[in-house]
């Protein structure tokens, strides 16, 4: 196994991109030399308050090493004093490097003229390959005779990029197998990410990191509707057209798993594909995920320095994906959410309560399923896209929201046991005042078949309301705004579908609760 030095500092421009968190920077150095069959057995890291371009040696600053395999701060003082730490461990270092016990270091704006010089001359005359980042000390170190491999530029670099770029210039000079090793998947992945990348697309995940977008855009959807506030509506608007962007930065983000890089590209493609609304900008993110990734790679197979293969990855990744979208992608996109949406028309033109009492009934198996935000979720955005409200919007505030309400409510005033009270209450709050954590009453659905049931049948009745009445709305809202955001002139009908899932989920609940307790005190009679 290959040993590794990472020596160096927090730098200039490093402190801002990575440089100020030594642990999350190690953990991707960690992680991708591990999966490379490599070992880091060597940490000289100074860690200053702020970027060394503008601090003095009189400033707070900390060295760090590495004990048992963890990073450790080893001392803490001002600059000054710190260095002086620094190169007495540099010259423990180079006495390792001399003897054969080092066989690469990883300089991170390290300070070749300074407390790395020793070092780097014990590594220039063992001819060990090197590899960093640090324009200008990275050139100092090749002065000192130091054989680099790979250099680049501090700007435009994450930790996981340098990471990724140290190991491959390495692995490469060494014939060792590589594939980066994305996200938290661990070394075992290696030799299997690029199989890994396709299983990285997962719908639920994508649309349930975007949530809080959609929960703000339906927030501003109800405050619009208070007198006063009309200008909101043009901020709703807004949102709705943005959608598709923040849907494709979380897609490209987590499918390639690149962080910035992947978020840069998945905005630029996004931006491209808004007029193919949400499906547009899932395939756009998609798109510009798969592309993002394997573009770094093949940059840093090719020892294109870092700054540049995050520009290739961000720039032509997402380029090229939202050139796709816009020309090819985002019509079909058009066409297949006009086509979703017409055919729940023509089901609620059909039948429009059958339509409503189905839905209803299916919706709480399809979030206990975890279908919800990979299937229903971007269906309402369809929806909500053309009409700026919804059937299954609706559907959701009365067969999951308020079901959870009316359920929790009931084991806050009658519940089997005391200690269900103070379980039910915080979900109560958060399902009347923010619209969301239906999960909150799934302890209670759980463990009784009969508040299974009357959640089901709540879901149903008040589902099959809603297909009748017409009703249109949103989820995300405070329970008591829901009417306001209604499809016009339907506040009062949407509200009768309120009360009517919750005072079945309540009663059907507290019935449960009250035979269950029954039971407990015959059971408790019987054993006296």
Same mark, same amino acid.
């Given at each position: 196994m290959k040993r590794i030095a990472v020596i160096g500092s927090s730098g200039g421009n490093l402190y801002s991109q990575g440089g100020n968190n030594i642990d999350g920077m190690m953990k991707e150095i960690f992680m991708q030399t591990e999966s490379a069959g490599m070992e880091v057995v060597w940490l000289q890291f100074v860690g200053a308050s702020g970027s060394?371009?503008?601090? =003095?040696?009189?400033?707070?600053?900390?060295?760090?090493?590495? $004990?048992? =395999?963890?990073? *450790?701060?080893r001392f803490s003082g001002s600059l000054n004093k710190v260095n002086e730490q620094a190169e007495a461990s540099d010259l423990e270092l180079a006495e390792r490097i001399r003897a054969g016990e080092i066989d690469t270091m990883m300089?991170? /704006?390290?300070?070749?003229?300074?407390?790395?010089?020793?070092?780097?001359?014990?590594?220039?005359?063992?001819?060990?390959?090197? +590899?960093?980042?640090?324009? /200008?000390?990275i050139a100092a170190a090749q002065n000192l005779g130091a054989h680099i491999i790979s250099a680049s530029g501090t700007t435009g670099t994450t930790s996981r990029t340098r990471a990724v770029a140290f190991t491959t210039a390495l692995a490469k000079e060494w014939g060792l197998k590589y594939m980066p090793v994305i996200g938290n998947t661990g070394a075992s992945a290696a030799g299997k990410i690029e199989a890994n990348i396709w299983k990285r697309i997962r719908f639920r995940g994508i649309m349930m990191t975007s949530l809080p977008a959609f929960i703000a855009m339906a927030l501003a959807l109800a405050l619009g509707k208070i007198p006063g506030l009309g200008a909101l509506e043009d901020v709703f608007n807004t949102l709705i057209g943005a959608l598709p962007i923040v849907v494709?930065?979380?897609?490209? *983000?987590?499918?390639s798993g690149l962080d910035e890089v992947g978020i840069v590209a998945g905005v630029t493609a996004g931006i491209l594909s808004v007029d193919g609304g949400i499906i547009g900008g899932l395939c756009a993110g998609i798109f510009s995920g798969i592309f993002a990734y394997y573009i770094i790679v093949f940059c840093f197979r090719h020892k294109v320095p870092g700054t540049t293969a995050n520009i290739c990855a961000a720039g032509i990744g997402g380029l090229a994906a939202g050139l796709i979208c816009l020309y090819l992608i985002s019509p079909a996109a058009l066409i297949l959410g006009n086509k979703i949406r017409d055919l729940i028309d023509t089901c609620l033109a059909f039948n429009p309560m059958v339509a409503g009492l189905v839905a209803g009934l299916l919706i709480w198996p399809s979030i206990i399923g975890?279908?919800?935000?990979?299937?229903?979720?971007?269906?309402?955005?369809? $929806?909500? $896209?053309?009409?700026? %409200?919804?059937?299954?919007?609706?559907?959701?505030? %009365?067969?999951?929201?308020? +079901? /959870?309400a009316g359920i929790t409510l009931a084991n806050v005033i009658y519940p089997k046991q005391r200690s269900d009270s103070s379980l039910a209450l915080p979900g109560l709050l958060i399902n009347v005042f923010f619209g969301t954590f239906v999960e909150a009453s799934y302890p209670f659905m759980f463990s009784n078949k009969l508040v299974f049931a009357g959640a089901l049948l709540a879901a149903a009745v008040s589902g099959g309301l809603v297909g009748a009445l017409g009703v249109r709305g949103t989820a995300y809202v405070p329970i008591f705004s829901a009417p306001g955001v209604a499809n016009e002139g339907k506040g009062m009908a949407y509200l009768i579908c309120i009360l009517v899932a919750f005072v079945i989920a309540l009663t059907v609940t507290l019935l449960a609760n009250r035979?269950?307790?029954? *039971?407990?005190?015959? %059971?408790? *009679?019987?054993?006296?």
């Open positions: 060394m371009d503008t601090i =003095g040696q009189d400033s707070p600053a900390s060295l760090f090493c590495l $004990e048992n =395999g963890k990073v *450790k701060e300089l991170l /704006s390290a300070d070749p003229n300074g407390v790395n010089r020793q070092a780097i001359m014990a590594a220039a005359e063992k001819k060990i390959p090197l +590899v960093g980042t640090g324009g /200008s000390s494709s930065a979380v897609a490209a *983000k987590q499918i975890g279908v919800y935000h990979a299937a229903i979720l971007p269906i309402v955005l369809l $929806e909500m $896209e053309a009409a700026g %409200t919804s059937f299954l919007g609706a559907i959701d505030m %009365t067969g999951l929201v308020v +079901v /959870s035979i269950e307790r029954r *039971k407990y005190e015959n %059971t408790k *009679k019987d054993f006296i």
